[in-house]
């Protein structure tokens, strides 16, 4: 069949953008298939068998799409990143309409049209994409379906509930579409409870709260927020057990949060959202060997403030010989505890030599697929030490990642890995504030944040994304002793992207940008 017809209603409809796709194709005649930006043959059969071979291929190119109708016009936000550098390859964005399903009593008797094609939002040529592998490309698009369509032949008949909203990412040059991404308008809704607050600005996403309350301000409204935090899940209580109506805080929530962290899994029946926030002790959006030595100071006496320890420093020593490997910590003052993830080269179940524990301590681990996570921590609260060592069956594939070392303090301690030499090299304060470099950046998804304050002061640790929106706060006015400071941010819920650190004392601001790369 030759192309364009001049009867067919459809390409009448927007003779502009079809004719400029037909001429960039080439296609001059009907049906014609493209794919990888080589014709494919004209058959149903041929296109389906080469769409199939494609399914699974490896991309860098991801595409997310959000918004809904509102008022009966289509609001979409189309966010396009890549894994890696593609600057200088002929990348352009294409975003257009279509209808699942037209019905039009054709010359030919058939009446069911699919995937019809209404318009672009972009051009017919696309939008350029310059996809550095790090910033995000983001356009917006508002849309209303024409009035009488296509081309005021009232013979045919559209539901606006089988409207799309399609994107794709394609190389100009080769014709190669790299990504796509389709979604039905109707069930893109930018307020899922019609509650008249948008999903980005919801307390409560899929529950009708107008009032967006939040009593306990934990940033769950009240008509969804199934923990009680003032009563039950309050700071500590991690297990959520009660006595009288009033929560338990006992050694069974320090068991419990060591098994939080060395399972690490949000998906565990058993670890809810309320035992989530009352396990971060320390307010910094994270669980980890911190928030366990400031609750098992906290059971030992909750008004006592008294501790064993300042240090600042510690170094992790490794030695790796054939078959057997050693980890020893040695800190410039005691520690109270420390965790970390390890791989080797041996079964999980043959992981540790006979180790004599320091009084007092409890020593834990547990497999995440081919990682090890260890965690230790002095549970009688009167036991720290400056040196803790062990020994290991097999060789370390790669250095420990995710290091916590805590003081008596609960807080944070900057920790530098080193081999051989079991040395501890103190560290010296100046008289000024140094903001250390982050590192690794780029991170995925944690980053560590070390700093150094010459004597108490308040302190704020600020996340802000690129555009200068505060997205994050680790600390906040925190009064900090002086002293060596580390601080880890899981950027996991985060998109890829550029980050502001931004540190905040009563003497000045200091900033450093971070590459979350996903």
Not at 40 to 63: C, D, E, Q, V
């Amino acid at each position: 069949m030759s192309w364009p017809s001049s009867t067919d209603p459809f390409y009448l409809a927007n003779t502009s953008e079809q004719n400029a796709r037909r001429t960039y194709y080439g296609v001059n005649s009907i049906p014609a298939g493209f794919g990888n930006g080589a014709t494919i043959g004209g058959s149903a059969s041929s296109w389906r068998s080469s769409g199939l071979s494609n399914i699974g291929s490896y991309t860098p190119i991801t595409i997310t799409l959000n918004g809904g109708m509102i008022d009966g016009e289509l609001q979409v936000s189309v966010t396009v990143s890549s894994e890696t550098n593609q600057t200088g390859s002929d990348l352009r964005l294409f975003v257009m309409t279509s209808m699942d399903s037209v019905y039009y009593n054709s010359p030919s008797a058939y009446d069911n049209f699919q995937n019809v094609f209404i318009e672009f939002l972009t051009s017919s040529s696309g939008q350029n994409l310059n996809l550095d592998g790090v910033t995000n490309y983001i356009q917006e698009f508002n849309w209303n379906m024409p009035s009488i369509w296509p081309n005021n032949n009232t013979n045919i008949l559209w539901d606006i509930s089988n409207l799309n909203i399609i994107a794709f990412v394609q190389n100009y040059s080769t014709k190669e579409v790299l990504q796509a991404e389709w979604a039905r308008t109707n069930d893109m809704n930018v307020d899922m409870d019609d509650d008249g607050v948008i999903n980005d600005e919801d307390n409560c996403l899929e529950t009708y709260n107008p009032s967006q309350g939040d009593i306990d301000f934990d940033g769950m409204g009240d008509a969804c927020d199934l923990c009680d935090n003032l009563n039950i899940y309050v700071r500590g209580n991690v297990n959520g057990d009660i006595k009288n109506n009033e929560p338990i805080i006992d050694l069974y929530d320090v068991f419990f949060l060591v098994d939080r962290i060395l399972d690490d899994d949000y998906n565990n029946e058993n670890y809810t959202g309320c035992s989530i926030e009352s396990a971060d002790f320390n307010q910094d959006s994270l669980y980890n060997t911190l928030d366990i030595i400031l609750l098992i100071f906290h059971i030992l006496d909750p008004n006592d403030d008294g501790r064993n320890s300042t240090a600042n420093s510690a170094n992790l020593l490794i030695n790796d010989f054939p078959g057997s490997s050693s980890i020893k910590f040695i800190s410039d003052d005691y520690i109270s505890g420390f965790q970390f993830d390890i791989s080797l080269d041996t079964e999980y179940n043959e992981l540790f030599k006979e180790n004599i524990l320091p009084d007092g301590w409890i020593f834990e681990k547990r497999k995440i697929d081919n990682i090890i996570r260890v965690v230790a921590v002095d549970l009688s609260g009167n036991n720290p030490v400056n040196e803790f060592s062990f020994t290991l069956n097999g060789n370390l594939l790669s250095d420990p990642q995710n290091i916590v070392v805590s003081n008596s303090y609960g807080e944070s301690i900057n920790t530098i890995i080193k081999y051989g030499d079991p040395v501890i090299e103190k560290l010296e304060l100046s008289n000024e504030i140094n903001f250390n470099s982050i590192y690794p950046n780029p991170f995925n998804p944690l980053v560590t944040i070390p700093f150094s304050i010459p004597y108490e002061m308040y302190t704020r640790v600020l996340i802000y994304n690129i555009n200068g929106k505060l997205v994050d706060v680790l600390l906040e006015d925190r009064a900090l002793r002086p002293g060596h400071h580390s601080i880890t941010w899981d950027g996991s819920k985060f998109t890829s992207g550029i980050y502001i650190i931004q540190i905040e004392t009563p003497l000045q601001r200091y900033s450093q940008k971070a590459f979350l790369l996903k």
